[in-house]
């Protein structure tokens, strides 16, 4: 049986404002700094080894990660850690940086949720000029510019990350490695939804809290045997709602 972790970075200062937050590279909370910590003294609890680890290029991902490492006293230079930007966050295109409540009073609720939560569906895309596209950032620059999305719906995300899993995530598993992917939310989705073969109407339903270690068991071929949350699961399921209501609004 193989183990692989999968790890929502902490509350960042744009969830705390219910911002739109995509690709826009925000620091963590000081709940989030915490709740890192936390998922590091978890994974360390269950004597979960990790060899390798998968994170996206936004520092929200990374600052979880290592401070989680840190808990589990796991230096990281000793450690293989792979950055790539099919683990980034979806682009929320023009939503980046608004107010997700203020968004809803000007398009209307329904046009908003659309937005959000539609499998195929993205937001308005940025414009190229707009100092807000990621070829302006210089950690893409080293990307063609077809590559870099000026607005993504789920199903974009879907489409960038399985690429990755094949090519690297899965070949570390197939080699016995115990991995941790720290990443984001519609990113983790991406893979929840691969693995848990989740239909496109259901992955719509489903919050992955912040901070929150899941683990998944895997056969051998990597399939899923169980998949479960570390921690409080009355916390977890706390999370969870919040999650949901945050994507109603």
């Excluded at 998968?54 to 990660?65: D, I, Y």
């Amino acid at each position: 049986m193989k183990k692989l972790i999968l790890l929502r970075h902490g509350e960042s200062q744009w969830n705390l404002e219910n911002r739109f937050t995509g690709w826009t590279d925000v620091e963590l909370t000081k709940k989030g700094e915490g709740e890192a910590r936390e998922s590091g003294r978890l994974i360390k609890k269950e004597n979960l080894l990790v060899d390798t680890v998968h994170t996206s290029l936004l520092k929200r991902a990374n600052n979880t990660m290592h401070i989680c490492l840190s808990e589990m006293e796991i230096d990281s230079n000793d450690i293989a850690i792979k950055y790539d930007w099919r683990l980034n966050e979806r682009h929320y295109g023009a939503l980046q940086g608004l107010n997700k409540s203020e968004t809803a009073k000007k398009y209307g609720d329904e046009q908003v949720h659309i937005w959000r939560r539609s499998y195929t569906t993205p937001p308005p895309a940025l414009d190229y000029d707009d100092k807000r596209h990621p070829r302006f950032d210089n950690k893409y620059s080293k990307l063609n510019n077809n590559d870099l999305p000026l607005s993504e719906c789920l199903e974009d995300t879907v489409k960038r990350f399985l690429p990755y899993w094949n090519e690297y995530i899965k070949k570390d598993l197939e080699g016995g490695k115990n991995v941790l992917i720290v990443a984001h939310g519609n990113s983790l989705r991406a893979l929840v939804k691969f693995l848990d073969n989740v239909s496109d109407d259901e992955i719509l339903k489903l919050n992955i809290p912040t901070g929150s270690p899941l683990i998944y068991e895997l056969d051998k071929d990597l399939h899923p045997i169980k998949s479960y949350y570390l921690g409080d699961q009355d916390l977890i399921e706390k999370k969870e709602a919040e999650v949901a209501s945050q994507g109603k609004k």
